[in-house]
């Protein structure tokens, strides 16, 4: 089994800045595909930006020029820096591993306030 736990999130006013974690454990296997999803009230869960084991990256276009993924492999953690927040990106934001199979985070609250 793996586990992801994620930190971070909070209340931040727009504009502002926020950097999520996320450390895994457990049989953990590599490579692998690190990310960070999220889900607005009312909507789907989104892809919000994703790394490979080597570190190529993929964003939403949403949050490009923005958001900032990185990983660090000998950890299993990945982070997420989030600069220049709006309203829109307040959700419930979801940690996620792709090894053999797809592993979920509990999910950390990140409110921004006009």
């Known amino acids: 089994q793996v586990q992801l736990v994620e930190s971070g999130g909070g209340l931040v006013q727009a504009g502002g800045s926020l950097r999520l974690s996320c450390a895994a454990s457990?049989?953990?296997?590599?490579?692998?595909?690190m990310g960070w999803y999220r889900q607005a009230p009312g909507k789907q869960r989104e892809l919000v930006a994703r790394?490979?084991?080597?570190?190529?990256?993929n964003y939403a276009d949403s949050v490009k020029g923005r958001f900032t993924i990185s990983r660090d492999n000998a950890k299993n953690t990945v982070l997420l820096q989030m600069n220049s927040l709006k309203p829109e990106d307040t959700a419930v934001y979801y940690c996620?591993?792709?090894?053999?199979?797809?592993?979920w985070g509990q999910g950390t609250q990140v409110t921004v306030s006009s």
């Open positions: 996620n591993l792709n090894g053999l199979r797809a592993y």
């Open positions: 457990g049989s953990i296997f590599s490579p692998n595909v």
């Open positions: 790394i490979l084991y080597g570190g190529s990256t």
